[in-house]
């Protein structure tokens, strides 16, 4: 999409700006697509007072979603349209604090019982708490959840959850208690049982096949949550409704009972212009992913505007080091050097996309400032590839070396904003210096499958958020996603080109019981990723939520999906 | 009246194979481009799996199972009404086309008629009034509107439609429209495009028929221009404009999956949007079928009411006389000879009707006519 700021930024009297809009809507209706910038700008104001007063009990949400959901199994909820809705409906044995990380007891009575090496937690239950199939919950079963979550169901194309490794078996030792075992120490799972991954189904649902967890079944998906689900319109709108019943937020939390709100509608619709303009105009209360040129007009035009940290791994550019033309250290130093992270933020984004000092975001477990550590410096980055060999130039300037281009492909990161303009910028940074940049074009299916290949994709651009230390393993480790392709036995890399320092140190991480140590373990794996010039973090990367000024008391859980336990309409 | 019954079992074969075919290239294609639906979804690092968990799906699914095998056993489910179930949700093919369905069959009749009446609308006002004089500008203005028509991007006419009729005016909801408001502005959107066609066609052939010696005739007799219209030259004039009204059924698809995405209507261009995007195989396969299924019905339909509408296309002699006399043309033709077979061109029948009912009156019409036989306008 073009960019929609509102065309008269600049005029404050009411009277210049009717006319300027006129004028310029006229002009517009001619000049294509301008014309959507100049007629949603002269949508109403939004003048509803800001006053906040006691929450009240009413009102349905109308909410936008740029994609439908495709399924409702917990630990594929990772998609932010599936997310949006689990987070609402499920709830799970702990609750993360949003802002401190701190961990609740929610579901259970306290926080789990851990043997000292971590490969046992016992969890004791609340009691009284009924699924939406009027079903209560159970220690066999939330042992049965787990069974499913930790080692998923290959017949039934459930696949396990990224964020519980190690897992063994559940043990039911009474009808309040329940014990979980790993084979190896696995210190991230008390963190697992609070995320919507591990959002708790009635026993009904666990045994659904994947079919049960897609569109046209959703309201066969019964969980504890605040909110069930009532009806479904395949492909355009979920609703979800108030539990009267629902009595057991997590304990500490000054809200308890029913959620404010009668129900959410989830809509969804791919035209981003029809999203943004159905809330500016006030036919809808909120919308999901506004991007960053729009901020400005959604606040101008008296909006609430909510840009919620993530909270994970900073949206960041990882450097293949198993391809040839990067494996020498020298030319990921230049590229590094070469790219002006600032003038990527200052020209894309907005202050609500800070600048990344470190790997992980600022508010993540495990953060470790390494400000500093990458300086933009095209001299040293044309100096460093000469010295690598590169100091021979071909034709449009590209450097050479035994007659191969410096040419690298960089993947297209569609769910992350704005990544074709931020590539693009790269492109022309590092053109500068004599290297070329490709933009792998295509499709989300396209993205993902040319990303598994080295001589396809050697700059992979991506970001993944989760509030544990784990996160860092989910992300590089060869085991999980990846995104170095660092993992043994692959065709296109020979074996002896495998860093197996990476694996170890998130190894060590993910094996170590405690917190001080954990802490320490995580930051010898970033301070190791950032010495290797295997990573360029850009910025930390949120998810920008408008609200219509009526909508009052509007969270997020630790990775920013919306959480509307708390949500009020004010009348 | 009669229709041919070997006709329509010719026709109705050839739909079958006009299906398979359609099946096995969709088939086929879907196969050839690199990557598939199940490594699209389960390898997307938002999951998380590893390579091996993302294998034993791969074998589960029966993703690796030779071509030649997938095709036979998709093939069988097709015949035996079993669409195979979506990759990327995992949700029947059966459910989701179901729910799509009727809405788009909703938007593509009330799209189809309104651009059917939008088209004679403009083809009959492009034609009809003075050609010279202070208003003959109505005439050329219509004239080009089928050319302006076309060239609107649908996405366009929607989003601003859109913006001008919902935000601005605050006439219709787009987030919890009522059944008839939400087909309002998809409808518009699909049928502006839609009529330009039918227009375009509709225009010609009126401006051909207009030209004919016997609509002259007819002229001469002291008919008003409005009573030619509708009973000399709209008959003639409706044979091109209902083939043409065949053909644009695929226009109508394209534009359902342009115009669906984005009012979000859930219907069949939606999921066609979105299985593209995903690489959803079987979801793409059976909307393929459909969409040839539709094709090929409505084609046939059209094809079947060519004798409904022209009685030149009918076979029996006595149905075609019966019918033929209601024409003027033919009325005033009584020394035209009875003997219609399919060999002669209508517009050999048109000739010597008009060339005897014009000599009986006294006139001379020299009128052009070129190896087809089509007539030319006397300068």
């Given at each position: 999409?073009?960019?929609?700021?509102?065309?008269?930024?600049?005029?404050?009297?009411?009277?210049?700006?009717?006319?300027?809009?006129?004028?310029?809507?006229?002009?517009?209706?001619?000049?294509?697509?301008?014309?959507?910038?100049?007629?949603?700008?002269?949508?109403?104001?939004?003048?509803?007072?800001?006053?906040?007063?006691?929450?009240?009990?009413?009102?349905?949400?109308?909410?936008?979603?740029?994609?439908?959901?495709?399924?409702?199994?917990?630990?594929?909820?990772?998609?932010?349209?599936?997310?949006?809705?689990?987070?609402?409906?499920?709830?799970?044995?702990?609750?993360?604090?949003?802002?401190?990380?701190?961990?609740?007891?929610?579901?259970?009575?306290?926080?789990?019982?851990?043997?000292?090496?971590?490969?046992?937690?016992?969890?004791?239950?609340?009691?009284?708490?009924?699924?939406?199939?009027?079903?209560?919950?159970?220690?066999?079963?939330?042992?049965?959840?787990?069974?499913?979550?930790?080692?998923?169901?290959?017949?039934?194309?459930?696949?396990?959850?990224?964020?519980?490794?190690?897992?063994?078996?559940?043990?039911?030792?009474?009808?309040?208690?329940?014990?979980?075992?790993?084979?190896?120490?696995?210190?991230?799972?008390?963190?697992?049982?609070?995320?919507?991954?591990?959002?708790?189904?009635?026993?009904?649902?666990?045994?659904?096949?994947?079919?049960?967890?897609?569109?046209?079944?959703?309201?066969?998906?019964?969980?504890?949550?605040?909110?069930?689900?009532?009806?479904?319109?395949?492909?355009?709108?979920?609703?979800?409704?108030?539990?009267?019943?629902?009595?057991?937020?997590?304990?500490?939390?000054?809200?308890?009972?029913?959620?404010?709100?009668?129900?959410?509608?989830?809509?969804?619709?791919?035209?981003?212009?029809?999203?943004?303009?159905?809330?500016?105009?006030?036919?809808?209360?909120?919308?999901?992913?506004?991007?960053?040129?729009?901020?400005?007009?959604?606040?101008?035009?008296?909006?609430?505007?909510?840009?919620?940290?993530?909270n994970g791994i900073n949206n960041s550019i990882n450097f293949r080091f198993r391809h040839p033309l990067l494996a020498d250290i020298r030319v990921r130093r230049a590229l590094i050097a070469a790219i002006d992270r600032q003038e990527i933020v200052d020209k894309l984004f907005t202050p609500n996309y800070p600048l990344a000092t470190g790997l992980l975001a600022q508010g993540a477990m495990g953060y470790t400032d390494q400000t500093g550590a990458w300086v933009?410096?095209?001299a040293a980055a044309n100096r460093l590839l000469d010295e690598a060999g590169w100091a021979e130039r071909g034709a449009g300037g590209y450097r050479v070396k035994d007659g191969q281009v410096l040419a690298l492909t960089v993947n297209t990161a569609l769910p992350q904003p704005r990544s074709n303009e931020v590539q693009t910028l790269v492109q022309q940074q590092l053109r500068r210096v004599g290297v070329r940049l490709s933009i792998n074009p295509g499709d989300?299916?396209?993205?993902?499958?040319?990303?598994?290949?080295?001589?396809?994709?050697?700059?992979?651009?991506?970001?993944?958020?989760?509030?544990?230390?784990?996160?860092?393993?989910?992300?590089?480790?060869?085991?999980?996603?990846?995104?170095?392709?660092?993992?043994?036995?692959?065709?296109?890399?020979?074996?002896?080109?495998?860093?197996?320092?990476?694996?170890?140190?998130?190894?060590?991480?993910?094996?170590?019981?405690?917190?001080?140590?954990?802490?320490?373990?995580?930051?010898?794996?970033?301070?190791?990723?950032?010495?290797?010039?295997?990573?360029?973090?850009?910025?930390?990367?949120?998810?920008?939520?408008?609200f219509r000024r009526r909508v009052r008391g509007f969270t997020t859980e630790p990775v920013g999906r919306p959480d509307f336990y708390s949500t009020w309409i004010a009348s | 009246m009669m229709i041919d019954v070997r006709y329509l079992w010719l026709r109705l074969g050839q739909a079958v194979l006009v299906l398979l075919l359609a099946f096995t290239a969709a088939f086929v294609l879907l196969s050839v481009i690199p990557g598939d639906g199940v490594t699209a979804?389960?390898?997307?690092?938002?999951?998380?799996?590893?390579?091996?968990?993302?294998?034993?799906?791969?074998?589960?699914?029966?993703?690796?199972?030779?071509?030649?095998?997938?095709?036979?056993?998709?093939?069988?489910?097709?015949?035996?009404?079993?669409?195979?179930?979506?990759?990327?949700?995992?949700?029947?093919?059966?459910?989701?086309?179901?729910?799509?369905?009727?809405?788009?069959?909703?938007?593509?009749?009330?799209?189809?008629?309104?651009?059917?009446?939008?088209?004679?609308?403009?083809?009959?006002?492009?034609?009809?009034?003075?050609?010279?004089?202070?208003?003959?500008?109505?005439?050329?203005?219509?004239?080009?509107?089928?050319?302006?028509?076309?060239?609107?991007?649908?996405?366009?006419?929607?989003?601003?439609?859109?913006?001008?009729?919902?935000?601005?005016?605050?006439?219709?909801?787009?987030?919890?429209?009522?059944?008839?408001?939400?087909?309002?502005?998809?409808?518009?959107?699909?049928?502006?495009?839609?009529?330009?066609?039918?227009?375009?066609?509709?225009?010609?052939?009126?401006?051909?028929?207009?030209?004919?010696?016997?609509?002259?005739?007819?002229?001469?007799?002291?008919?008003?221009?409005?009573?030619?219209?509708?009973?000399?030259?709209?008959?003639?004039?409706?044979?091109?404009?209902?083939?043409?009204?065949?053909?644009?059924?695929?226009?109508?698809?394209?534009?359902?999956?342009?115009?669906?995405?984005?009012?979000?209507?859930?219907?069949?261009?939606?999921?066609?949007?979105?299985?593209?995007?995903?690489?959803?195989?079987?979801?793409?396969?059976?909307?393929?079928?459909?969409?040839?299924?539709?094709?090929?019905?409505?084609?046939?339909?059209?094809?079947?009411?060519?004798?409904?509408?022209?009685?030149?296309?009918?076979?029996?002699?006595?149905?075609?006389?019966?019918?033929?006399?209601?024409?003027?043309?033919?009325?005033?033709?009584?020394?035209?000879?009875?003997?219609?077979?399919?060999?002669?061109?209508?517009?050999?029948?048109?000739?010597?009707?008009?060339?005897?009912?014009?000599?009986?009156?006294?006139?001379?019409?020299?009128?052009?006519?070129?190896?087809?036989?089509?007539?030319?306008?006397?300068?």
């Amino acid at each position: 999409m073009t960019d929609l700021r509102p065309p008269h930024r600049a005029t404050g009297v009411p009277g210049a700006r009717l006319g300027a809009t006129t004028r310029r809507s006229v002009l517009g209706v001619g000049l294509g697509l301008g014309a959507l910038a100049a007629l949603s700008a002269c949508t109403p104001t939004d003048t509803d007072p800001l006053t906040d007063g006691p929450p009240v009990n009413g009102g349905v949400l109308t909410y936008f979603e740029p994609q439908t959901w495709t399924l409702l199994y917990p630990p594929s909820v990772g998609f932010y349209p599936n997310g949006g809705i689990m987070n609402n409906i499920s709830a799970r044995l702990l609750w993360q604090d949003p802002e401190t990380l701190e961990l609740f007891p929610w579901l259970a009575t306290a926080l789990p019982e851990i043997s000292a090496d971590a490969t046992q937690f016992t969890f004791t239950l609340r009691q009284g708490v009924t699924y939406s199939d009027g079903s209560p919950l159970t220690a066999a079963n939330v042992a049965k959840n787990f069974d499913l979550f930790g080692r998923g169901d290959e017949s039934r194309t459930l696949p396990v959850s990224e964020q519980i490794s190690n897992y063994d078996r559940a043990e039911v030792l009474d009808d309040r208690r329940v014990r979980f075992h790993f084979t190896a120490p696995s210190p991230g799972f008390a963190q697992a049982t609070s995320t919507m991954n591990a959002g708790l189904l009635a026993d009904s649902t666990l045994d659904l096949d994947a079919e049960g967890f897609g569109p046209g079944s959703a309201t066969k998906i019964h969980t504890a949550g605040p909110f069930r689900i009532t009806a479904e319109t395949i492909g355009t709108k979920l609703s979800i409704r108030a539990r009267e019943d629902y009595d057991w937020a997590p304990p500490h939390l000054e809200h308890q009972g029913r959620p404010y709100l009668d129900g959410i509608d989830y809509l969804v619709n791919n035209e981003y212009s029809v999203r943004i303009g159905a809330v500016l105009s006030g036919q809808a209360d909120g919308v999901r992913d506004v991007q960053a040129p729009d901020e400005p007009r959604v606040t101008e035009q008296g909006l609430r505007l909510y840009a919620k940290a993530t909270n994970g791994i900073n949206n960041s550019i990882n450097f293949r080091f198993r391809h040839p033309l990067l494996a020498d250290i020298r030319v990921r130093r230049a590229l590094i050097a070469a790219i002006d992270r600032q003038e990527i933020v200052d020209k894309l984004f907005t202050p609500n996309y800070p600048l990344a000092t470190g790997l992980l975001a600022q508010g993540a477990m495990g953060y470790t400032d390494q400000t500093g550590a990458w300086v933009y410096d095209p001299a040293a980055a044309n100096r460093l590839l000469d010295e690598a060999g590169w100091a021979e130039r071909g034709a449009g300037g590209y450097r050479v070396k035994d007659g191969q281009v410096l040419a690298l492909t960089v993947n297209t990161a569609l769910p992350q904003p704005r990544s074709n303009e931020v590539q693009t910028l790269v492109q022309q940074q590092l053109r500068r210096v004599g290297v070329r940049l490709s933009i792998n074009p295509g499709d989300q299916a396209k993205q993902t499958l040319d990303a598994l290949d080295l001589d396809s994709i050697q700059i992979y651009h991506s970001m993944v958020a989760r509030a544990d230390y784990d996160n860092l393993r989910s992300n590089y480790a060869s085991v999980n996603r990846d995104v170095f392709l660092n993992a043994v036995g692959r065709d296109d890399a020979a074996d002896d080109t495998v860093d197996p320092e990476i694996d170890r140190l998130l190894d060590a991480l993910a094996s170590e019981p405690e917190t001080e140590r954990r802490q320490a373990a995580a930051e010898a794996v970033q301070t190791y990723l950032v010495d290797q010039a295997y990573v360029l973090p850009f910025f930390e990367e949120p998810q920008v939520f408008a609200f219509r000024r009526r909508v009052r008391g509007f969270t997020t859980e630790p990775v920013g999906r919306p959480d509307f336990y708390s949500t009020w309409i004010a009348s | 009246m009669m229709i041919d019954v070997r006709y329509l079992w010719l026709r109705l074969g050839q739909a079958v194979l006009v299906l398979l075919l359609a099946f096995t290239a969709a088939f086929v294609l879907l196969s050839v481009i690199p990557g598939d639906g199940v490594t699209a979804r389960f390898a997307d690092p938002a999951l998380g799996l590893s390579a091996d968990q993302v294998a034993a799906i791969r074998a589960e699914t029966g993703a690796d199972e030779p071509l030649l095998t997938r095709y036979l056993i998709t093939l069988g489910g097709f015949l035996t009404g079993n669409f195979g179930f979506s990759v990327q949700t995992g949700a029947a093919v059966s459910t989701i086309v179901a729910a799509a369905l009727p809405s788009t069959l909703a938007l593509a009749v009330s799209g189809f008629l309104t651009a059917v009446v939008l088209g004679v609308l403009i083809a009959v006002f492009a034609t009809f009034g003075p050609t010279t004089g202070p208003r003959a500008w109505v005439r050329r203005v219509l004239d080009s509107v089928p050319s302006l028509f076309i060239s609107i991007p649908v996405f366009w006419l929607g989003i601003l439609l859109i913006q001008v009729f919902s935000f601005q005016l605050g006439l219709v909801s787009v987030v919890s429209p009522g059944p008839a408001e939400a087909l309002v502005l998809p409808t518009l959107t699909v049928a502006v495009p839609l009529s330009a066609p039918i227009a375009q066609v509709l225009i010609r052939s009126i401006t051909e028929v207009k030209a004919a010696g016997f609509v002259k005739v007819t002229a001469a007799k002291g008919a008003s221009e409005l009573w030619i219209l509708v009973h000399a030259v709209a008959r003639n004039a409706l044979l091109p404009g209902l083939t043409i009204v065949g053909l644009i059924f695929g226009e109508l698809v394209a534009g359902a999956v342009v115009t669906e995405t984005v009012f979000g209507r859930n219907g069949i261009g939606q999921i066609t949007a979105q299985a593209v995007t995903n690489r959803d195989n079987p979801i793409l396969l059976a909307v393929v079928v459909l969409a040839t299924l539709g094709y090929v019905v409505i084609n046939l339909i059209v094809d079947l009411l060519y004798p409904v509408v022209d009685v030149r296309l009918r076979r029996g002699r006595t149905a075609a006389s019966a019918r033929g006399l209601r024409r003027p043309s033919q009325a005033a033709s009584q020394a035209a000879p009875q003997t219609m077979t399919r060999q002669r061109t209508p517009d050999d029948r048109t000739k010597q009707a008009l060339a005897a009912s014009a000599s009986s009156v006294g006139v001379d019409l020299d009128w052009g006519t070129d190896d087809h036989g089509t007539r030319k306008a006397r300068p």
